[in-house]
């Protein structure tokens, strides 16, 4: 990013090893976090916002936004029509951020990569920007994703090419192959932040849960 601080942020956060360490780095970054993405440029929910609303009708029903962070998409999704929108973060500090904004009708601090207390198809639309990305959340991360996604339901995310390239592309292959998911829309790679230099490009994604 553009200066020391905001790398230093960021590239803690990347090189996290433990959710709790992630938890604990966004907790102490909440305060300062949009304004330092503001200026770094950062891209992913504007391109996860566009997706979503290329691909799902607002008022289809309920929208989780899965790694809310300081809810940066919570307000923009009600403005375009969605509701309700719930968010979830495995980060009290972004979650109190987010909840301060009142865009969700329920934030939830829960992690992802494990099992999520929501029933089988509770959302229409499930959106994860900037969150299945270096030492955040892998491949691992989908399965209860697609559980909690409704038939017919669309699944918006921001895949980091590292990701992509060690399992991800092949596990949404066989995804395809299976008829769990139809590939709806994959994006050209971008960087997320244009503002920072060097950095490994990521692509949107949308899957339509069959
Ligand atoms: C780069 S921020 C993106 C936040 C928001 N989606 C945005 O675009 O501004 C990544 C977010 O993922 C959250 N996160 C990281 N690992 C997570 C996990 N295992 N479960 C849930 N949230 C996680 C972090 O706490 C952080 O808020």
Do not use: N
Request: glycine share 16%; proline share 5%; hydrophobic share 45%.
């Amino acid at each position: 990013m553009a200066s020391g601080k905001h790398e230093g942020a960021l590239g803690a956060v990347y090189d996290a090893k433990r959710p709790e360490e992630v938890a604990a780095l966004y907790d102490g970054w909440a305060e300062t976090y949009d304004a330092e993405m503001a200026v770094a440029g950062y891209r992913h929910p504007s391109i996860c916002l566009a997706l979503l609303s290329r691909h799902l009708a607002p008022g289809a029903g309920p929208v989780l936004d899965a790694g809310a962070g300081t809810g940066v998409l919570g307000a923009w999704l009600g403005i375009m029509g969605y509701s309700p929108v719930e968010g979830l973060d495995i980060s009290p500090g972004m979650l109190a951020v987010a909840a301060r904004k009142g865009g969700y009708a329920r934030l939830h601090r829960l992690a992802l990569g494990g099992p999520l207390p929501f029933e089988d198809g509770s959302f229409a639309g499930i959106v994860s920007a900037g969150v299945f990305t270096s030492g955040h959340v892998g491949v691992e991360g989908l399965d209860e994703l697609l559980r909690i996604c409704a038939s017919g339901g669309i699944i918006v995310l921001t895949v980091k090419d590292t990701l992509w390239k060690s399992g991800f592309a092949s596990r949404i292959d066989s995804l395809v192959a299976q008829g769990t998911v139809a590939r709806a829309e994959e994006t050209q790679p971008y960087v997320s932040m244009p503002g920072e230099t060097g950095t490994v490009p990521s692509r949107g994604l949308v899957l339509r849960r069959l």
